[in-house]
């Protein structure tokens, strides 16, 4: 009981003061009406990175910033914007690293060639061997 | 990825984008991007008065000030009385504060924190990004790319 006293004591005077005074940005927590467009939106907030917290999405992350990017989000599909554009717009401001879904880059290529030659590697690997077999067999 | 790792802004070499922010407290209008490209190199200072590093910082700003440097500021997400007592309290360097509530010109200058301070040339241009707060050495190396701006 003391020790938590003390955690609170020291921590609770410090979240405060490092928090702002202001109420979240307006489409921060309230979904669309359009349950289209919120599908679209949420689909996007869970591949943007949250700035402050960085091992989260902006849909994970109760992050002032967080909350900011994610009415921005919202608010630019409810007035046409294609998702595309959205993590584009971003993108242009914080680079590829914003995004969980990475561009095909010449950094990023070899995510994906990566799988597909390690597949052709087995398959190739797995022939050899089956056709060993049929030949002592 | 490492929890403190730096996001640095893809806005360094590029315009700095369009906007327009209402005065965050009544001694000093508000600022809008056309404040921006006066012909002269100006720093642009994103604070809040709800940040730590940013008290650190405040000597350091008001240096530059006496310097002759126009800084200008954005107070993310901040209200104005909040705004004020900071500023009675730690000192007033700027020529112009605009209120961001919304982080929305934060989002639009790749900024992902306060504080944070950005070089901007005569003409708009954004010529550097100083990613947290202002320390003393940090004022020579800000006055010699403010110069190198000109």
Known sequence: MRILAAFLILFLPFTATAQTGLPPAPYAYRQLDDPAKEAEAKELMEELRCLKCQSQSIADSDAPMAGDMRSQVRERIAAGQTPEQIRDWLI????????????VTTATWPLWAAPLFLLIMGLWLARAKFRRKKDEG | ????????????????????????????????SGDLAGGNPTLLNVFA??????????????????AGVEINAIASRDTSADVANFLNRWGNPYARIGSDTRSAVQLE??????????????????????????????????????????
Request: charged fraction near 25%; hydrophobic fraction near 40%; charge should be negative.
């Open chain 2, 49 to 66: 008065s709800w940040c730590l590093p940013c008290i650190a910082e405040a000597p350091q700003l008001l240096e530059l000030e006496k």
């Open chain 2, 109 to 150: 200058i790749g900024s992902s924190g306060v504080p944070e301070t950005f070089v901007i040339d005569g003409n708009g241009v954004i010529v550097h990004q100083h990613i947290g707060d202002i320390r003393k050495e940090n004022v020579p190396e800000l006055l010699k790319i403010l110069e190198e701006a000109r």
């Open chain 1, 92 to 103: 242009d401001r914080y680079g590829n690293w914003v995004s969980y879904d990475p561009p």
């Open chain 2, 1 to 32: 990825m490492p929890k403190d790792n730096i996001i640095a802004s893809k806005m360094v070499g590029k315009k700095m984008p369009d906007f327009a922010l209402p005065a965050a407290i009544e001694q000093r209008p508000g600022l809008s």
